[in-house]
């Protein structure tokens, strides 16, 4: 039986049965950001007159439409974190899209956008999860090259994780993801293939 300090977590895709458990989550974090709703990797992106009330109902949208991937994480009946992912034409807006252009020699099929769990339950393995969960769905999907653009941790400060949007180097390593090439000063394109 699992302890109190070993939670076991369940997964299931952001849809319309479990919009209302993301939304609570981003709710109880401020609208992640003030207010981004984890907008910033759709082609709508996060621009100056955007509002958190226009990124909410942006997001729904595409949850609606099915254009958005994202992978939860329920510990018991409370939605805790999540991992998007998507292809390219649906998360076309990662970090350091220059110093991506410049060496890119083929768009993966899959990227992995924002990871995210909320306060209270960090360091409890959400992300871990959430990756676990995002990467079985990809494969359910039929697979292939799949990207990250995670945040160096070794050989910088510790970090308290608030910045890492798109999740840690060491978590993607533990998936066998492997360093691509770097896009700035602490972020990395990692990739590894994902079989169906
Ligand atoms: C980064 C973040 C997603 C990590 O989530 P988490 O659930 O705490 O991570 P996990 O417990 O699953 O950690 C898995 C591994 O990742 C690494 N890791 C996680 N947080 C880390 C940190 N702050 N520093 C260094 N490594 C870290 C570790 O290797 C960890 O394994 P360990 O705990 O056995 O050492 C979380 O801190 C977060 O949500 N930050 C805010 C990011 C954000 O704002 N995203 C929204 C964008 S829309």
């Known amino acids: 039986m699992a302890s109190p300090t070993t939670p076991t977590f369940t997964t299931r895709p952001l849809d319309a049965d479990t919009w209302k458990d993301f939304a609570a989550l981003v ?12 907008m910033g990797f759709h082609p709508e992106g996060l621009g100056q007159d955007s509002t958190a009330e226009g990124n909410r109902q942006a997001k729904r949208e595409h949850v609606r439409k099915g254009t958005a991937h994202q ?4 510990d018991g009946g409370d939605c805790v974190g999540w991992c998007q992912y998507g292809a390219p034409a649906e998360l076309p807006n990662i970090k ?7 060496e890119l020699t083929e768009l993966p099929d899959w990227r992995i956008g924002c990871v995210f769990t909320g306060k209270g339950h960090r360091r409890e393995g959400v992300a871990r999860a959430a990756v676990g969960g995002a990467l079985a769905a990809i494969k359910d999907a039929g697979g292939g090259l799949v990207e990250a653009y995670p945040e160096q941790v070794a ?24 360093r691509d090439r770097q896009i700035a000063k602490w972020r990395w394109v990692m990739r590894r293939h994902v079989r169906p």
């Open 155 to 178: 050989g910088r400060k510790p970090q308290q994780g608030a910045y890492f949007h798109t999740g840690p180097e060491d978590l993607f390593a533990e998936f066998g993801f492997e």
């Open 71 to 74: 992978i939860l994480v329920f």
């Open 96 to 102: 350091n899209p220059k110093a991506y252009d410049r």
């Open 27 to 38: 709710e109880d974090n401020n609208g992640i950001w003030g207010g981004c709703w984890c």
